[in-house]
């Protein structure tokens, strides 16, 4: 059963518009969120998290939004760039009771192609 | 951050074969983590990897199909063994900062 899901395999914008990428999570003990952007033959790199004490977080041109109630977050890319065209992982963090480390659940992510 | 060197970055092997995968981090870590990319499909983690003593494996993780060496704090290998065309995947390390988790740049195996 997928904790983490991304219902949108792939997602195509114009230049300049706003991306947005939506994300579902179903376990209430994750207490951190995070975006990732894959591009191919590298690994995924951090792009922009959210803490679950907070609704947004913004760096640049993207922000994150986090709806506790509903169990949703969105990351919105604007304008966007052809250089954004990458797939992009929404991930949930739990830390691990005692051990000092948390666990990442991965959802199975969204292709963007931003389109010149 | 972290850099994480990770060879090779692709291969094909032969079923019933074994590849092994090296990571290397610039700084010291407690743990690194090991996961998987199967096509379509998220990343999973396989194992976690401390120094100094056996890898804790996830369900549905073995260590006889995945053993992993973690000789020091800076470098860990993963084997993938007797391998099959459903081992085709990207596999991934990983060392966790403070709230974000860093990544090497994979390595694509193709088993045929």
């Known amino acids: 059963d997928q904790q983490v899901k991304q219902n949108s395999p792939s997602l195509s914008v114009q230049e300049g518009r706003i991306s947005i990428l939506n994300c579902d999570y179903t376990?209430?003990?994750?207490?951190?969120f995070l975006w990732y952007k894959k591009y191919p033959a590298e690994g995924p790199t951090f792009l922009i998290s959210?803490?679950?004490?907070?609704d947004k977080n913004e760096d640049g041109r993207f922000t994150v939004f986090l709806n506790k109630s509903a169990k949703h977050l969105s990351l919105h890319i604007v304008p966007s760039q052809p250089g954004d065209s990458a797939v992009y992982f929404c991930?949930?963090?739990?830390?691990?009771?005692?051990?000092?480390?948390?666990?990442?659940?991965f959802g199975k992510g969204t292709k963007l192609s931003v389109i010149p | 951050s972290a850099v994480i060197s990770q060879k090779p970055s692709r291969d094909i092997c032969q079923r019933g074969t074994s590849l092994t995968i090296q990571c290397q981090v610039d700084?010291?870590?407690?743990?690194m983590f090991w996961y998987r990319q199967q096509p379509g499909q998220s990343l999973t983690l396989i194992a976690t990897?401390?120094?100094?003593?056996?890898?804790?494996?996830e369900s549905g993780f073995v260590i006889d199909k995945f053993p992993i060496s973690r000789p020091n704090l800076t470098f860990s290998t993963l084997t993938v063994s007797n391998l099959s065309p459903e081992d085709s995947s990207i596999y991934l390390c990983?060392?966790?900062?403070?709230?974000?988790?860093?990544f090497g740049q994979g390595t694509r195996l193709t088993v045929v």
């Open positions: 990897a401390n120094q100094g003593s056996e890898a804790t494996y």
């Open positions: 990983s060392v966790q900062g403070n709230t974000e988790a860093f």
């Open positions: 376990n209430s003990m994750f207490d951190y």
């Open positions: 700084s010291q870590v407690t743990m």
């Open positions: 991930a949930a963090s739990a830390k691990i009771s005692g051990a000092g480390s948390y666990q990442l659940t």
């Open positions: 959210i803490s679950s004490i907070k």
